[in-house]
């Protein structure tokens, strides 16, 4: 089971608003810049975000039905803010991943651990 939704909304008014600064500079962390789907207002969200090839995985820690996730489905993408570049991502797809085979062992350990194994996968547009 996913982090508790409480928290998220904790998060959400204390936390990310630290956390989205240092997390486009911190591996394993990044920040999703997408359109909110009614106000068409841009949101950044920090993330857990897990790259191979041109395959972005996002770690979904408070499950699948959040707004961010919700979001980037609707408008097809986003741009995702690592490691000090802007990458755009597309083609966004929900993955139930008991394996967590994506992510790298020692961040696998910790999904398992909290019960997480829904993903969010997009593709970097070349």
């Given at each position: 089971?996913?982090?508790?939704?409480?928290?998220?909304?904790?998060?959400?008014?204390?936390?990310?608003?630290?956390?989205?600064?240092?997390?486009?500079?911190?591996?394993?962390?990044?920040?999703?810049?997408?359109?909110?789907?009614?106000?068409?207002?841009?949101?950044?969200?920090?993330?857990?975000?897990?790259?191979?090839?041109?395959?972005?995985?996002?770690?979904?820690?408070?499950?699948r039905?959040?707004?961010w996730?919700?979001?980037?489905?609707?408008?097809?993408?986003?741009?995702?803010r690592?490691?000090?570049?802007?990458?755009?991502?597309?083609?966004?797809?929900?993955?139930?991943?008991?394996?967590?085979?994506?992510?790298?062992?020692?961040?696998?350990?910790?999904?398992?651990?909290?019960?997480?194994?829904?993903?969010?996968?997009?593709?970097?547009?070349?």
């Amino acid at each position: 089971m996913p982090l508790p939704r409480t928290l998220a909304r904790m998060n959400r008014v204390g936390l990310n608003r630290i956390i989205r600064h240092v997390a486009p500079f911190v591996p394993g962390l990044g920040v999703v810049l997408h359109e909110g789907r009614k106000s068409g207002r841009v949101y950044r969200t920090p993330v857990n975000v897990f790259a191979k090839d041109s395959v972005y995985t996002f770690a979904l820690t408070y499950g699948r039905d959040s707004d961010w996730v919700r979001n980037v489905q609707a408008a097809g993408g986003c741009t995702l803010r690592a490691r000090g570049r802007h990458v755009r991502l597309t083609h966004p797809r929900l993955v139930h991943d008991e394996t967590r085979a994506a992510i790298r062992p020692l961040e696998r350990m910790f999904l398992r651990a909290f019960g997480v194994a829904d993903f969010l996968v997009l593709d970097r547009v070349d």
